[in-house]
C-alpha cells in the first residue's frame, strides 16, 4: 500500500470517514489486513526490545565511549547522564512507533521537538552516531526479522535528530 503508515486507530478513524455511506474497497480493507498480519511480529519485537533495553543502551554507550568519547562531554562536563535519559526516551518511543507501525506520529510529536532542542545543544553529531551505533547493536541483538521492524525507526531518529 503507498498509504503512509498511520497509527491503527488513525487508520480505522480516516476508514470510517472515506467509506462514509459504501462499503471499504479491497484496498482499503488492506492497510488493515497488513496491520494484523504483522501485528504479531510487531509485538515478540516489542517484548523483546523492553527486555533488551539495559543491553542495548549499555553497549551502544560503550561503543559511544570508545570510539567517540568527546560526544559525551559539553565543555569540561561529562554529559553521558543526559545522553542516556534522552536514548532512552527515543528508544521507547520508538519501539511503541515500532509496534503501531507509526513513524510519522514519532517524527511529528517527538523527534522535530528534539530535534530543535539536540541543535540548540549542537547535540546533532552525537545523535547520528548514537542511532548509527544503536542500528549496528539491535542487528546483534534482535533476530534479523526484528531488526528489519526497527532499524527503519532507528534511521528515521538518525535522520531527523542527527541532520546538521
Known amino acids: 500500500c503507498t498509504r503512509k ?10 476508514l470510517s470517514y472515506e467509506t462514509d455511506g459504501r462499503y471499504a474497497t479491497d484496498e482499503e480493507l488492506k492497510v488493515i489486513d497488513d496491520f494484523v498480519r504483522s501485528f504479531a511480529l510487531r509485538a515478540q519485537t516489542y517484548q523483546q526490545l523492553q527486555a533488551i533495553e539495559g543491553q542495548i543502551l549499555q553497549q551502544v554507550y560503550i561503543k559511544m565511549r570508545s570510539r567517540h568519547p568527546e560526544l559525551l562531554v559539553s565543555g ?3 554529559v553521558s547522564a543526559k545522553w542516556k535519559r534522552d536514548t532512552i526516551r527515543v528508544l521507547r518511543y520508538s519501539a ?4 503501531l507501525n507509526d513513524p510519522d506520529s514519532l517524527r511529528e510529536r517527538l523527534l522535530f521537538w528534539m530535534k530543535t532542542i539536540m ?4 547535540a546533532e553529531r552525537s545523535c547520528n552516531v548514537t542511532y548509527q551505533v544503536m542500528q ?11 531488526a528489519s521492524l526497527f532499524c527503519p525507526i532507528l534511521e528515521m531518529n538518525r535522520q531527523v535528530l542527527g541532520a546538521v
Do not use: R, Y
Not at 503508515?5 to 480516516?14: C, F, G, K
Not at 549496528?136 to 526484528?146: I, R, Y
Open 5 to 14: 503508515p498511520q497509527i491503527m486507530l488513525s487508520q480505522l478513524h480516516s
Open 76 to 78: 569540561s562536563t561529562d
Open 96 to 99: 511503541i512507533a515500532m509496534l
Open 119 to 122: 541543535k540548540a545543544f549542537g
Open 136 to 146: 549496528e547493536v539491535v542487528k546483534q541483538q534482535l533476530s534479523p526479522t526484528q
